[in-house]
């Protein structure tokens, strides 16, 4: 009779315990560490892609003029500042010139009494070229001695040298009047181009030294960007592909430009490939040289082939594959890759054909025991 409440009180015990247990390894299957893994899935697709190529660089101009005296002196007067837009033979400014006007002035003095001995050496030869001829014909009718004619020829070879002499004194004074004057000259900053004042190295009274630069000229139709590109994802870079460029102080605004060339001389510390691009139209207002500016090179579009986002990708070591779902169950198929664009797409070679389904996102790390749950979108994660 005892046994009877001891099976009741068993049988209600049990009664509590199994659905719990139940409730256990159900939420233990459906939400604990034994539930299905959340995954979405994409199906591989044929499509061309047009692969790009991104990359940092800075603005610089190619062409720089250093606008400086040939002789040291004092800046006298500088007419322009940074910023201002300059015309081809405009004086920028000039340096102070010492003492070298009154040389001129002297020197052009000189050169003029020169040209005055040159035309009174000139009367003389032609007085005495015209006495000789006289007396030469004068002897020839017996009119006058040979001792005459003899001293007359003398006087026209004196009056030839003489009048030699003063002519290449008179090229020398005048070889050293123009020296001055280009001396003179060579002090005036003239801008060899139209361009834009992007340095101003010295102020009126500042001492200068032969060559040192007093203002720097750009011309800004040579305006281009020198972009370093990742060895490794250089491969098709070449002159005349379209870019776009991104300047860092025009945030949100594309430019438009073009590769000019690829430098035959890479960077062997950054293993960074170096080129040039320069922009279809100069930006308006022109921007620093010196600005950061992203660059991103479009290359040819390629052929048709199987293509997946980037983020399907799984890697094991070298070895590249992805998780494929087949008959619902997880295969991990290696595969060969080929080019990706910068939208984050990439080529599949070998491994993959069209309508083959592959897992982009998981909710944690995934084995071939793995459960799975497709889902359109995992919490936390970016599509």
Do not use: C
Not at 184 to 204: E, F, K, Q, T, Y
Not at 304 to 318: E, F, K, L, Q, S
Not at 347 to 356: F, I, S
């Amino acid at each position: 009779m005892k046994r009877l409440p001891l099976q009741s009180r068993t049988l209600a015990l049990l009664a509590a315990v199994i659905p719990l247990l139940a409730l256990f390894v159900y939420v233990g299957l459906r939400s604990g560490p034994l539930a299905p893994v959340a995954v979405t899935v994409v199906q591989v697709e044929s499509r061309a892609i047009t692969p790009a190529l991104f990359g940092i660089g800075t603005v610089d101009a190619r062409y720089t003029y250093k606008i400086g005296p040939t002789v040291a002196g004092r800046v006298k007067r500088l007419d322009v500042h940074v910023g201002d837009r300059v015309k081809a033979g405009q004086v920028l400014g000039e340096m102070d010139p010492v003492d070298l006007d009154d040389r001129v002035r002297s020197q052009e003095s000189a050169f003029k009494r020169a040209q005055a001995t040159l035309r009174e050496a000139m009367a003389r030869q032609a007085y005495a070229e015209t006495q000789a001829r006289r007396y030469e014909q004068l002897f020839a009718v017996r009119s006058t001695s040979e001792e005459i004619v003899t001293t007359k020829r003398q006087e026209l070879q004196i009056a030839d040298a003489s009048l030699s002499g003063v002519r290449d004194d008179l090229a020398r004074a005048r070889s050293d009047r123009d020296a001055l004057l280009a001396q003179r000259s060579n002090l005036r900053l003239i801008a060899p181009v139209d361009g834009v004042v992007a340095v101003r190295d010295a102020d009126p009274g500042t001492t200068i030294v032969a060559g040192q630069s007093v203002v720097e000229v750009i011309d800004p139709k040579s305006l281009w960007i020198n972009v370093r590109f990742d060895q490794i994802s250089a491969s098709g870079l070449a002159a005349d592909l379209p870019a776009r460029i991104a300047l860092r102080s025009r945030s949100g605004q594309l430019l438009k430009g073009h590769m000019l060339r690829v430098e035959p001389k890479a960077d062997a510390v950054t293993e960074e490939t170096l080129t040039k691009v320069i922009f279809d139209n100069p930006p308006v207002p022109l921007p620093p040289v010196g600005e950061l500016a992203e660059v991103t090179v479009d290359l040819p579009v390629l052929p048709t082939n199987p293509v997946i986002p980037n983020a399907a990708v799984r890697r094991d070591g070298d070895k590249a594959g992805v998780w494929q779902i087949v008959d619902g169950d997880l295969h991990f198929a290696p595969i060969k890759l080929g080019a990706s664009d910068l939208d984050g797409r990439v080529q599949v070679r070998e491994g993959l054909k069209d309508g083959d389904r592959v897992v982009v996102y998981s909710e944690k790390a995934l084995g071939t025991r793995s459960r799975i749950h497709v889902v359109e979108h995992i919490p936390g994660v970016s599509p």
